[in-house]
Protein backbone atom coordinates (compact mmCIF):
# COMPACT_ATOMS: atom_id res chain seq x y z
CA UNK A 1 0.00 0.00 0.00
CA UNK A 2 1.38 3.70 -1.10
CA UNK A 3 2.16 6.06 1.63
CA UNK A 4 -0.60 8.14 0.40
CA UNK A 5 -3.67 5.27 0.71
CA UNK A 6 -2.37 4.98 4.29
CA UNK A 7 -2.57 8.96 4.70
CA UNK A 8 -6.04 8.17 2.95
CA UNK A 9 -6.54 5.51 5.13
CA UNK A 10 -5.64 7.94 8.34
CA UNK A 11 -7.74 10.42 7.30
CA UNK A 12 -11.02 8.42 6.87
CA UNK A 13 -10.72 6.27 9.95
CA UNK A 14 -10.01 10.19 12.57
CA UNK A 15 -12.79 11.45 10.72
CA UNK A 16 -15.23 8.41 11.27
CA UNK A 17 -18.08 9.65 8.51
CA UNK A 18 -18.40 9.42 4.94
CA UNK A 19 -16.09 12.53 3.34
CA UNK A 20 -15.75 13.93 -0.63
CA UNK A 21 -13.16 13.35 -2.93
CA UNK A 22 -12.21 16.92 -2.13
CA UNK A 23 -12.66 16.58 1.15
CA UNK A 24 -10.10 13.91 1.78
CA UNK A 25 -7.81 16.00 -1.00
CA UNK A 26 -7.66 19.19 1.30
CA UNK A 27 -6.95 16.65 4.32
CA UNK A 28 -3.71 14.89 2.31
CA UNK A 29 -2.91 18.27 0.86
CA UNK A 30 -2.22 16.42 -2.80
CA UNK A 31 -4.50 16.69 -5.36
CA UNK A 32 -8.42 14.67 -6.49
CA UNK A 33 -6.69 12.67 -9.19
CA UNK A 34 -4.04 11.06 -6.76
CA UNK A 35 -6.79 10.66 -4.32
CA UNK A 36 -8.87 8.81 -6.43
CA UNK A 37 -6.02 6.64 -7.07
CA UNK A 38 -5.25 6.12 -3.52
CA UNK A 39 -8.79 5.31 -2.44
CA UNK A 40 -8.94 2.91 -5.44
CA UNK A 41 -5.76 0.76 -4.31
CA UNK A 42 -7.47 1.31 -0.40
CA UNK A 43 -10.70 -0.03 -1.46
CA UNK A 44 -8.78 -3.19 -3.66
CA UNK A 45 -6.72 -3.75 -0.80
CA UNK A 46 -9.39 -3.95 2.04
CA UNK A 47 -11.35 -6.09 -0.40
CA UNK A 48 -8.34 -8.84 -0.14
CA UNK A 49 -8.23 -8.60 3.26
CA UNK A 50 -9.81 -11.06 5.92
CA UNK A 51 -10.53 -7.35 8.04
CA UNK A 52 -13.87 -6.36 9.65
CA UNK A 53 -13.66 -2.88 7.91
CA UNK A 54 -14.33 -1.86 4.49
CA UNK A 55 -13.98 1.26 2.64
CA UNK A 56 -17.22 2.23 0.63
CA UNK A 57 -18.59 4.61 -1.20
CA UNK A 58 -22.09 6.16 -0.46
CA UNK A 59 -23.82 9.36 -1.87
CA UNK A 60 -22.43 10.93 1.02
CA UNK A 61 -18.41 10.41 -0.26
CA UNK A 62 -16.16 7.66 1.38
CA UNK A 63 -16.19 5.87 4.48
CA UNK A 64 -14.19 3.45 6.66
CA UNK A 65 -16.99 1.49 8.28
CA UNK A 66 -17.63 -1.71 9.74
CA UNK A 67 -18.70 -4.56 7.62
CA UNK A 68 -22.18 -5.38 7.87
CA UNK A 69 -21.41 -9.02 8.98
CA UNK A 70 -20.11 -7.94 11.90
CA UNK A 71 -22.96 -5.26 12.99
CA UNK A 72 -24.56 -7.23 15.30
CA UNK A 73 -21.48 -6.46 18.05
CA UNK A 74 -22.40 -3.34 18.06
CA UNK A 75 -25.42 -3.69 19.62
CA UNK A 76 -23.63 -5.80 21.93
CA UNK A 77 -20.75 -3.65 22.64
CA UNK A 78 -21.70 -0.02 22.50
CA UNK A 79 -23.98 0.91 25.52
CA UNK A 80 -27.28 1.89 24.36
CA UNK A 81 -27.92 5.99 24.89
CA UNK A 82 -30.77 6.61 26.37
CA UNK A 83 -32.20 9.10 28.93
CA UNK A 84 -32.97 7.67 32.75
CA UNK A 85 -36.94 8.70 31.50
CA UNK A 86 -36.74 7.11 28.63
CA UNK A 87 -35.14 3.66 31.03
CA UNK A 88 -38.41 4.55 33.27
CA UNK A 89 -41.06 4.28 30.47
CA UNK A 90 -38.68 1.06 28.92
CA UNK A 91 -39.47 -0.32 32.68
CA UNK A 92 -42.54 0.00 33.28
CA UNK A 93 -43.09 -1.49 29.83
CA UNK A 94 -41.32 -4.60 30.91
CA UNK A 95 -42.79 -5.15 34.30
CA UNK A 96 -45.97 -5.08 32.60
CA UNK A 97 -45.33 -7.14 29.68
CA UNK A 98 -47.73 -5.72 27.80
CA UNK A 99 -49.58 -2.42 28.43
CA UNK A 100 -51.99 0.12 26.81
CA UNK A 101 -50.28 2.87 25.67
CA UNK A 102 -53.27 5.05 27.38
CA UNK A 103 -52.29 3.48 30.42
CA UNK A 104 -48.83 3.78 30.14
CA UNK A 105 -49.16 7.87 30.12
CA UNK A 106 -51.42 7.80 33.02
CA UNK A 107 -48.41 6.35 34.80
CA UNK A 108 -45.78 7.93 33.30
CA UNK A 109 -47.19 11.34 32.43
CA UNK A 110 -47.20 13.06 28.78
CA UNK A 111 -43.66 12.24 28.43
CA UNK A 112 -44.05 8.80 27.85
CA UNK A 113 -45.16 9.82 23.92
CA UNK A 114 -41.91 10.95 23.56
CA UNK A 115 -40.01 7.98 25.11
CA UNK A 116 -42.39 5.16 23.64
CA UNK A 117 -41.10 6.56 19.81
CA UNK A 118 -37.31 6.47 20.51
CA UNK A 119 -38.19 3.18 22.06
CA UNK A 120 -39.62 1.99 18.89
CA UNK A 121 -36.83 3.84 16.66
CA UNK A 122 -34.39 1.79 18.84
CA UNK A 123 -36.77 -1.51 18.13
CA UNK A 124 -36.88 -2.69 22.44
CA UNK A 125 -40.85 -1.39 21.63
CA UNK A 126 -43.47 -2.73 19.38
CA UNK A 127 -47.09 -1.06 19.04
CA UNK A 128 -49.86 -2.93 17.87
CA UNK A 129 -53.73 -1.45 17.51
CA UNK A 130 -56.22 -2.37 19.82
CA UNK A 131 -59.89 -3.20 17.86
CA UNK A 132 -62.03 -0.11 18.64
CA UNK A 133 -59.68 1.74 20.60
CA UNK A 134 -57.81 4.36 20.09
CA UNK A 135 -54.96 3.58 22.31
CA UNK A 136 -52.34 1.07 21.06
CA UNK A 137 -50.59 -1.76 23.08
CA UNK A 138 -47.40 -1.85 23.48
CA UNK A 139 -44.70 -4.52 23.62
CA UNK A 140 -41.71 -6.05 23.79
CA UNK A 141 -39.68 -6.89 20.94
CA UNK A 142 -37.02 -9.69 20.51
CA UNK A 143 -34.48 -6.99 20.74
CA UNK A 144 -35.42 -6.09 23.99
CA UNK A 145 -34.89 -9.70 25.19
CA UNK A 146 -31.43 -10.13 23.60
CA UNK A 147 -30.13 -6.70 24.63
CA UNK A 148 -31.14 -7.38 28.10
CA UNK A 149 -30.08 -10.67 27.49
CA UNK A 150 -32.80 -12.37 29.30
CA UNK A 151 -35.68 -14.78 28.02
CA UNK A 152 -38.86 -13.60 29.99
CA UNK A 153 -39.65 -11.47 32.78
CA UNK A 154 -41.18 -12.24 35.78
CA UNK A 155 -44.78 -11.41 35.66
CA UNK A 156 -45.36 -8.90 38.47
CA UNK A 157 -48.92 -9.68 39.90
CA UNK A 158 -51.05 -6.53 40.28
CA UNK A 159 -51.73 -4.75 43.14
CA UNK A 160 -55.66 -4.80 45.12
CA UNK A 161 -54.36 -1.31 46.97
CA UNK A 162 -51.27 0.70 47.31
CA UNK A 163 -48.06 -0.44 49.43
CA UNK A 164 -48.69 2.41 51.91
CA UNK A 165 -52.54 1.54 51.90
CA UNK A 166 -51.64 -1.75 54.13
CA UNK A 167 -54.09 -2.05 57.02
CA UNK A 168 -52.95 -3.54 60.43
CA UNK A 169 -54.55 -5.08 62.96
CA UNK A 170 -55.36 -2.29 65.79
CA UNK A 171 -52.90 -4.66 68.10
CA UNK A 172 -49.55 -3.80 65.71
CA UNK A 173 -50.29 -0.19 65.17
CA UNK A 174 -48.42 2.21 66.97
CA UNK A 175 -50.36 4.40 69.38
CA UNK A 176 -51.47 7.44 68.81
CA UNK A 177 -50.02 9.46 71.83
CA UNK A 178 -45.90 7.93 70.78
CA UNK A 179 -44.09 11.15 70.84
CA UNK A 180 -43.10 10.99 67.29
CA UNK A 181 -41.63 15.29 67.40
CA UNK A 182 -38.47 13.52 69.59
CA UNK A 183 -37.43 10.52 67.49
CA UNK A 184 -34.42 10.37 69.42
CA UNK A 185 -36.58 9.38 72.48
CA UNK A 186 -38.20 6.62 70.70
CA UNK A 187 -35.86 5.69 67.23
CA UNK A 188 -37.99 2.80 66.41
CA UNK A 189 -40.75 5.53 66.03
CA UNK A 190 -38.91 7.58 63.52
CA UNK A 191 -37.79 4.60 61.20
CA UNK A 192 -41.55 3.33 61.29
CA UNK A 193 -42.85 7.20 60.48
CA UNK A 194 -40.21 7.28 57.94
CA UNK A 195 -40.79 3.87 55.70
CA UNK A 196 -43.14 4.53 53.00
Known amino acids: MSALSAKVEAILYLKGQALTIAQIAEYAGCDREAVEEALLELMDDYNHRDSALEVIETADGYSLQLRTAFQGLV ?79 PQIPALSSPPDAVTESPAHQAPETTAIADPQVNPAVDAAASSP
Not at 93 to 119: C, D, F, M, N, W
Not at 126 to 135: E, G, I, L, Q, T
Open 75 to 153: EQLIPLDLGVGTLRTLAAIALKGSILQTELVELRGSGAYQHVQELVEKGFVRKRRVADSRSVRLLLTDKFFRYFQTESL
